[in-house]
């Protein structure tokens, strides 16, 4: 059991996240081409916003485990920080314990390599 409140608050909005993304693995799965809408993976509990992304930079920011697409004004600047900005979201990565809990939970996590993990995503759009 963890005592620390914003170790929990980072384990909270990590682990829902981390459910957020595999929704959005599986709306990934079922249609390779096109905009997708996705669901935010923002930490709060209640939202079920939705925006369109391309695969493609769908695909570059779940390259990163740490990385998380969500609306704008949807970021918890406790638990993480905007890394990239685009018209209908924003990219979070989180920190400290918050980014071990979502690495973990990353469903692709097999697949990430140390080199992976080491490249940056495109901050245009």
């Not at 957020?20 to 096109?34: D, I, L, Q, Y």
């Amino acid at each position: 059991m963890v005592d620390d409140p914003q170790e929990q608050r980072e384990i909270r909005a990590a682990r829902r996240q981390s459910r957020g993304r595999e929704v959005n693995e599986t709306v990934v799965e079922m249609k390779a081409a096109g905009m997708l809408v996705i669901v935010c993976e923002c930490a709060d509990d209640a939202c079920a916003d939705t925006f369109e992304i391309t695969p493609r930079d769908y695909e570059v920011i779940r390259h990163q485990p740490t990385h998380f697409a969500v609306r704008h004004g949807h970021v918890y600047p406790e638990v993480e920080r905007v890394v990239a900005e685009h018209d209908e979201y924003v990219v979070v990565e989180k920190m400290r314990k918050a980014a071990e809990v979502a690495a973990q939970a990353d469903p692709r996590r097999t697949f990430v390599t140390a080199e992976d993990a080491d490249t940056d995503i495109d901050q245009t759009g």
